[in-house]
T-cell receptor, first 111, second 113 residues
Protein backbone atom coordinates (compact mmCIF):
# COMPACT_ATOMS: atom_id res chain seq x y z
CA UNK A 1 0.00 0.00 0.00
CA UNK A 2 1.45 3.37 -0.98
CA UNK A 3 2.29 5.76 1.84
CA UNK A 4 1.34 9.36 2.30
CA UNK A 5 2.48 11.37 -0.71
CA UNK A 6 3.27 15.06 -0.53
CA UNK A 7 4.02 17.48 -3.33
CA UNK A 8 6.10 19.42 -3.99
CA UNK A 9 9.01 18.14 -1.96
CA UNK A 10 10.98 21.35 -2.11
CA UNK A 11 10.03 24.89 -2.96
CA UNK A 12 11.29 28.42 -2.55
CA UNK A 13 8.93 31.36 -2.27
CA UNK A 14 9.31 35.08 -1.74
CA UNK A 15 7.92 36.98 1.23
CA UNK A 16 4.35 38.08 0.57
CA UNK A 17 3.60 35.27 -1.85
CA UNK A 18 1.27 32.40 -1.15
CA UNK A 19 1.87 28.67 -1.40
CA UNK A 20 -0.27 25.58 -1.78
CA UNK A 21 0.93 22.17 -0.65
CA UNK A 22 -0.74 18.90 -1.59
CA UNK A 23 -1.17 15.62 0.21
CA UNK A 24 -2.51 12.25 -0.88
CA UNK A 25 -3.29 10.05 2.12
CA UNK A 26 -2.86 6.32 2.41
CA UNK A 27 -5.63 4.58 0.51
CA UNK A 28 -8.66 4.15 2.75
CA UNK A 29 -7.58 6.78 5.27
CA UNK A 30 -10.16 9.50 5.71
CA UNK A 31 -8.38 11.68 8.22
CA UNK A 32 -5.62 14.02 7.12
CA UNK A 33 -3.68 16.28 9.43
CA UNK A 34 -0.93 18.81 8.86
CA UNK A 35 2.06 19.68 11.01
CA UNK A 36 4.76 22.28 10.80
CA UNK A 37 8.30 21.35 11.83
CA UNK A 38 10.96 23.95 12.53
CA UNK A 39 14.24 23.84 14.45
CA UNK A 40 12.93 26.43 16.87
CA UNK A 41 9.46 25.09 17.63
CA UNK A 42 9.66 21.41 16.76
CA UNK A 43 6.57 19.65 15.46
CA UNK A 44 3.38 21.67 15.78
CA UNK A 45 -0.16 20.70 14.87
CA UNK A 46 -1.79 22.87 12.21
CA UNK A 47 -5.17 21.28 11.50
CA UNK A 48 -6.99 18.04 10.85
CA UNK A 49 -9.64 17.15 8.30
CA UNK A 50 -12.05 14.27 8.21
CA UNK A 51 -14.62 13.72 5.49
CA UNK A 52 -13.96 17.17 4.03
CA UNK A 53 -14.57 18.91 7.38
CA UNK A 54 -11.98 20.58 9.54
CA UNK A 55 -12.25 18.87 12.90
CA UNK A 56 -9.44 20.52 14.79
CA UNK A 57 -7.15 23.46 14.43
CA UNK A 58 -3.89 24.32 16.10
CA UNK A 59 -2.70 27.70 17.24
CA UNK A 60 -1.68 29.22 13.92
CA UNK A 61 -2.78 32.50 12.32
CA UNK A 62 -5.53 32.65 9.74
CA UNK A 63 -2.94 32.83 6.96
CA UNK A 64 -2.73 29.07 7.30
CA UNK A 65 -5.69 27.25 5.83
CA UNK A 66 -6.52 23.91 4.38
CA UNK A 67 -9.17 21.81 2.77
CA UNK A 68 -9.97 18.23 2.01
CA UNK A 69 -11.57 16.83 -1.10
CA UNK A 70 -14.09 14.06 -1.47
CA UNK A 71 -11.32 11.60 -2.36
CA UNK A 72 -9.60 12.48 0.96
CA UNK A 73 -6.76 14.37 -0.73
CA UNK A 74 -5.89 17.53 1.10
CA UNK A 75 -4.24 20.84 0.41
CA UNK A 76 -2.92 23.46 2.73
CA UNK A 77 -2.36 27.07 1.83
CA UNK A 78 -0.24 29.74 3.42
CA UNK A 79 -0.91 33.29 2.29
CA UNK A 80 1.27 36.37 2.68
CA UNK A 81 4.34 34.31 3.42
CA UNK A 82 6.76 35.44 6.11
CA UNK A 83 10.36 34.41 6.61
CA UNK A 84 9.31 32.51 9.74
CA UNK A 85 7.08 30.26 7.66
CA UNK A 86 10.16 28.48 6.36
CA UNK A 87 9.71 24.95 7.62
CA UNK A 88 9.08 21.34 6.81
CA UNK A 89 5.34 20.85 6.36
CA UNK A 90 4.24 17.35 7.13
CA UNK A 91 1.01 15.72 6.16
CA UNK A 92 -0.22 12.66 8.00
CA UNK A 93 -3.15 10.35 7.44
CA UNK A 94 -5.09 8.06 9.68
CA UNK A 95 -7.88 5.54 9.24
CA UNK A 96 -9.69 7.37 12.03
CA UNK A 97 -7.84 6.64 15.24
CA UNK A 98 -5.05 8.52 16.87
CA UNK A 99 -2.20 6.72 15.12
CA UNK A 100 -1.11 8.87 12.23
CA UNK A 101 1.30 8.07 9.44
CA UNK A 102 3.44 10.82 8.02
CA UNK A 103 4.57 11.64 4.53
CA UNK A 104 8.09 12.81 3.71
CA UNK A 105 7.09 16.44 3.93
CA UNK A 106 7.36 19.56 1.81
CA UNK A 107 10.36 21.76 2.50
CA UNK A 108 9.36 25.41 2.18
CA UNK A 109 11.96 28.15 2.13
CA UNK A 110 10.77 31.75 2.21
CA UNK A 111 13.31 34.34 1.05
CA UNK B 1 18.20 38.71 15.43
CA UNK B 2 19.71 35.37 16.28
CA UNK B 3 17.34 32.45 16.11
CA UNK B 4 17.63 29.83 18.79
CA UNK B 5 17.09 26.30 17.66
CA UNK B 6 15.90 23.46 19.74
CA UNK B 7 18.64 21.95 21.84
CA UNK B 8 17.93 18.31 21.29
CA UNK B 9 19.14 15.95 23.97
CA UNK B 10 21.62 13.53 22.48
CA UNK B 11 22.09 9.93 23.44
CA UNK B 12 25.19 8.18 22.16
CA UNK B 13 25.38 4.40 22.48
CA UNK B 14 27.62 1.66 21.21
CA UNK B 15 26.32 -0.56 18.45
CA UNK B 16 24.81 -3.66 20.01
CA UNK B 17 24.02 -1.98 23.33
CA UNK B 18 20.50 -1.24 24.52
CA UNK B 19 19.18 2.33 24.33
CA UNK B 20 16.67 4.00 26.59
CA UNK B 21 15.08 7.24 25.45
CA UNK B 22 13.00 9.15 27.95
CA UNK B 23 10.11 11.54 27.61
CA UNK B 24 8.14 13.53 30.16
CA UNK B 25 4.63 14.62 29.31
CA UNK B 26 2.64 17.32 30.99
CA UNK B 27 -1.02 16.62 30.37
CA UNK B 28 -2.45 14.20 32.90
CA UNK B 29 -5.53 13.88 30.68
CA UNK B 30 -3.49 12.34 27.85
CA UNK B 31 -4.44 8.76 27.31
CA UNK B 32 -2.60 7.76 24.18
CA UNK B 33 1.12 7.90 23.50
CA UNK B 34 3.21 7.22 20.43
CA UNK B 35 6.89 7.06 19.61
CA UNK B 36 8.12 8.21 16.22
CA UNK B 37 11.52 7.93 14.59
CA UNK B 38 12.68 10.60 12.17
CA UNK B 39 15.72 10.07 9.99
CA UNK B 40 17.45 12.99 8.37
CA UNK B 41 15.44 14.40 5.49
CA UNK B 42 12.45 12.14 6.09
CA UNK B 43 9.09 12.34 7.76
CA UNK B 44 8.48 10.80 11.21
CA UNK B 45 7.93 7.06 11.11
CA UNK B 46 5.57 5.31 13.54
CA UNK B 47 7.40 2.94 15.90
CA UNK B 48 5.05 1.89 18.68
CA UNK B 49 2.11 3.18 20.68
CA UNK B 50 0.59 2.59 24.08
CA UNK B 51 -2.71 3.45 25.71
CA UNK B 52 -3.00 4.72 29.24
CA UNK B 53 -4.60 1.51 30.48
CA UNK B 54 -1.27 -0.24 29.89
CA UNK B 55 2.15 0.30 31.43
CA UNK B 56 4.24 -1.72 29.00
CA UNK B 57 4.06 -2.74 25.39
CA UNK B 58 6.60 -4.62 23.30
CA UNK B 59 7.33 -4.59 19.62
CA UNK B 60 10.16 -5.88 17.52
CA UNK B 61 13.33 -4.85 19.41
CA UNK B 62 11.41 -2.00 21.05
CA UNK B 63 9.57 -1.67 24.33
CA UNK B 64 7.58 1.30 25.54
CA UNK B 65 7.06 1.88 29.26
CA UNK B 66 4.46 4.24 30.65
CA UNK B 67 4.48 5.59 34.20
CA UNK B 68 1.35 7.65 34.64
CA UNK B 69 2.16 8.51 38.23
CA UNK B 70 5.13 10.63 37.23
CA UNK B 71 3.94 11.29 33.66
CA UNK B 72 6.94 9.57 32.12
CA UNK B 73 7.33 7.56 28.96
CA UNK B 74 10.37 5.64 27.79
CA UNK B 75 11.40 3.81 24.65
CA UNK B 76 13.84 0.96 24.95
CA UNK B 77 15.64 -0.25 21.85
CA UNK B 78 17.42 -3.57 22.17
CA UNK B 79 20.71 -4.32 20.44
CA UNK B 80 20.92 -0.99 18.65
CA UNK B 81 22.02 -0.98 15.04
CA UNK B 82 23.45 1.78 12.84
CA UNK B 83 20.03 2.15 11.22
CA UNK B 84 18.60 3.19 14.57
CA UNK B 85 20.41 6.53 14.36
CA UNK B 86 17.69 9.15 14.17
CA UNK B 87 15.71 11.66 16.19
CA UNK B 88 13.06 10.03 18.35
CA UNK B 89 9.89 11.86 19.33
CA UNK B 90 7.25 10.97 21.84
CA UNK B 91 3.74 12.26 21.22
CA UNK B 92 0.61 12.36 23.33
CA UNK B 93 -3.05 12.93 22.71
CA UNK B 94 -6.40 12.89 24.39
CA UNK B 95 -8.71 10.69 22.42
CA UNK B 96 -11.76 12.53 23.66
CA UNK B 97 -10.58 15.80 22.21
CA UNK B 98 -8.81 14.36 19.18
CA UNK B 99 -7.05 17.69 19.05
CA UNK B 100 -3.95 16.53 17.30
CA UNK B 101 -0.83 15.02 18.68
CA UNK B 102 1.42 17.04 20.96
CA UNK B 103 5.04 16.21 20.27
CA UNK B 104 8.02 16.32 22.58
CA UNK B 105 11.19 18.04 21.50
CA UNK B 106 12.93 14.89 20.42
CA UNK B 107 16.10 13.01 21.32
CA UNK B 108 18.92 12.47 18.88
CA UNK B 109 20.18 8.91 19.09
CA UNK B 110 23.69 8.35 17.78
CA UNK B 111 25.03 4.85 17.33
CA UNK B 112 28.78 4.53 17.74
CA UNK B 113 30.47 1.70 15.80
Amino acid sequence: KAGVTQTPRYLIKTRGQQVTLSCSPISGHRSVSWYQQTPGQGLQFLFEYFSETQRNKGNFPGRFSGRQFSNSRSEMNVSTLELGDSALYLCASSPGGNTIYFGEGSWLTVV
Amino acid sequence: GESVGLHLPTLSVQEGDNSIINCAYSNSASDYFIWYKQESGKGPQFIIDIRSNMDKRQGQRVTVLLNKTVKHLSLQIAATQPGDSAVYFCAESRRVDADGLTFGKGTHLIIQP
